[in-house]
Nanobody, 121 residues
């Protein structure tokens, strides 16, 4: 499956962005989808995961209550709504897919190319 992330950009502290990740080349509803991010000099960090049906989600403590993951299986797209953004949210954001939901990046077989989010103070 191929993944294409989009929606990044420059936003001020306290602002919002919605990231999208469009999937192609596979049966999207067969895959759990995750969002990760990587800031310069840091390891890739788990943010959120959603089950294939969309009925189960999990979040990292660092984004719980601010970020929301959702999916539209009819549109083969997963979203990450990000609110109350902080400068420390600045990173390249990646979507990922695999058969089972996971919170560890090494568990994911398929990755999008990343989209840059910059939060200015």
């Amino acid at each position: 499956v191929q993944l294409q992330a989009s929606g990044g950009g420059l936003v001020q502290t306290g602002g919002s962005l919605r990231l999208s990740c469009a999937a192609s080349g596979g049966t999207f509803s067969n895959y759990a989808m995750g969002w990760f991010r990587q800031a310069p000099g840091k390891e890739r960090e788990f943010l959120a995961v959603i089950s294939w049906s969309g009925t189960s989600t999990r979040y990292a403590d660092s984004v719980k209550g601010r970020f929301t993951i959702s999916r539209d299986n009819a549109e083969n797209t997963v979203y990450l709504q990000m609110n109350s953004l902080k400068p420390e949210d600045t990173a390249v954001y990646y979507c990922a897919a695999d058969r089972l939901p996971a919170m560890v990046y090494s568990e994911y077989a398929y990755w999008g190319q990343g989209t840059l989010v910059t939060v200015s103070s």
